[in-house]
């Protein structure tokens, strides 16, 4: 077990500035994952048990899933101001978004935030990073089909567009910039860490997880998706929908946030009705 915990800080921080109409509307409890839940510093410490609804082990009883959504987090997270207003807001935007794209009725996880740090590519999970030799020499065709296809079509041109210079192109610096895309880090070019998932969504998922036995968790609820055919969403703009604003509230780099801006975002907010 990790010496280091970070329980109170999380819990702290996303209780932290919820309205008394907020707090009401969530359910909020603690899971702990240690097998010997004793172990771990914060069980049944007096601080987590006025401050949760509840605080549990492995053993979560069916009347403990009653809300239409649920929001999982790490233990490690600190939440910026008006997280939970700025989740509603979503969660209205995809369902106003359902009534004309159909793809958004039958969603199963909503990704709360980004991170920037580095994360391995697996060959397996990651076709291009997988096939390599293929990702550099469609890179190198493509790069320079758009460079020949301008010599021929605007003969002008070719004074720039040199034999030379396209070789360089796109033997060189096309791939280099395909070697930077991997190395920047999976995590900085998609969301992960945090998400909302519809309580409908969970018996199925619990059943796929439980048939496969064992495995890298956030692959197998991949997979179940791809399956399944069930939309995986995301707030920000990166993915190409505009739920939120593509600043998310949840980030390594929150502490850039003006905490008065938080507090103004947070009150308009709730003045629309996403309390």
Known sequence: ???????????????????????????????????????????????????????????????HRRPVYTVMFEDDIITAAGWMAKVRQSLDQIKKGAVTNPSLRDWLYLRLFYTETALSWEAKADYWYGHMAYTFLLASFFGSSLLIAPRFLVPRTQRYLDDPTIFVLSAITIPAFVVLAFVIGKYSLFPLRGVVTMNKQIPALIEHLRGIGAGQTDM?????????GKQRLAMGNSRGNNFVDGQSTFAFWFEEYDSRRLEREHDELLGMGFD
């Open 220 to 228: 197998m609820i991949e997979e179940y998706a791809d399956q399944t």
């Open 1 to 63: 077990m990790e010496t280091t915990q970070y329980v109170d800080n999380a819990v702290a921080s996303v209780m932290e500035g919820l309205t008394v109409g907020e707090r009401e509307k969530v359910f909020l409890y603690v899971l702990f994952a240690d097998t010997e839940t004793g172990r771990h510093p914060s069980w049944k410490q007096p601080w987590l048990e006025n401050s949760v609804d509840l605080a549990v082990g492995y053993n979560v009883s069916e009347e």
